[in-house]
């Protein structure tokens, strides 16, 4: 059985759970890798999903602490392709230079061929009747321009990110939901950021987490 490669901050996870699970006969809680690694909950717990999916160790069950790794030889994947997911989008910033993700995700590098793509973890159900949930990795290609009608990933006023529909109506943006509970946004030029264009949407469990 082969595995997919690992990333430089894969590798050093996988080498701080192969000591520990050496040390003690476990592997350590979400808690104290955190801690350990000075990362996030959630940072660890999307390394371990990924390395899962890698093929690099195995689970019994969702939560469970009881964990086996797997060093086997690596093969290069003919299809996946990691990207990062990001927490927040940063103003000013353009995405692929941020050095802080909120771990990755493995995609089909025959539907996703552009270049720094990120995913943004979609928070609400505003673009639900576009099949857009709540929980969802929306899939983007970086942009600072939108065409009408377009699904984008925009910054509002400098804060938080958000998943909207796009129309330029002259002298004002709107930013309208999917989802005739919401009503549509209407912003000034100079409020609203690009930041992406939505090319496809993940859907599945992404957290897996240690007690």
Partial sequence: MTTLPLTEKQKTFFTYLKGKITDTGQAPSLRQAAVDLGVSHTAVAS???TLEQKGWLQREGRYSRTVRLLEQQQAPSPSG???PIVGQVAAGLPLYAQQE???SILVDHRMYRGDNLFAL????DSMRDA?????DLAICEPRQYAENGEIVVALIE???ATVKRFFYRGDHIE??????KYAVMRYG?????????VIGIQRGPEQMALT
């Fill in 158 to 160: 400098g804060d938080e």
């Fill in 101 to 103: 993700w909120a771990g």
């Fill in 175 to 180: 930013l309208q939901p999917e989802n005739t």
């Fill in 131 to 135: 099949g857009i949930l709540n929980g």
């Fill in 189 to 197: 030029l100079g409020e609203v950021l690009i930041q992406g264009r």
């Fill in 81 to 83: 392709r990691e990207i």
């Fill in 121 to 124: 973890r979609v928070q609400g």
């Fill in 47 to 49: 390394l371990l999903h």
